[in-house]
């Protein structure tokens, strides 16, 4: 769920509450198209870092490693080891 907390003209500030964290927004989100951090972060550091949600793309997880194999490591956050809210897209 979504509550603003704050508007200013056109700009907003809110928190996104989800079963695996509250987000707070506007916010950056790290992106792992591929469920994987480019630059050797880990989820540890990424949490270091204040990063509060990450941003997968469902496209390319089916292709690359696939369904079957996410969901046999037990689900997208046990297959990136993250336990924070993630974003998918279906990008493509």
């Known amino acids: 769920m979504y509550k603003l907390k704050k508007q200013e003209g056109n700009a907003r500030r809110g928190e996104l509450e989800t079963p695996h964290g509250t987000v707070q927004t506007p916010v950056f989100m790290n992106v792992g198209t591929a469920a994987a951090i480019k630059g050797a972060l880990s989820a540890a550091d ?3 870092i204040g990063c509060q949600v990450e941003l997968s793309n469902t496209y390319h997880l089916h292709l690359r490693p696939g369904d079957e ?3 046999d490591m037990g689900g997208l956050h046990k297959f990136m080891t993250w336990d924070g809210p ?3 897209d279906s990008g493509g």
């Open 69 to 71: 194999l996410v969901r």
């Open 86 to 88: 993630i974003l998918t």
């Open 46 to 48: 990424l949490k270091t």
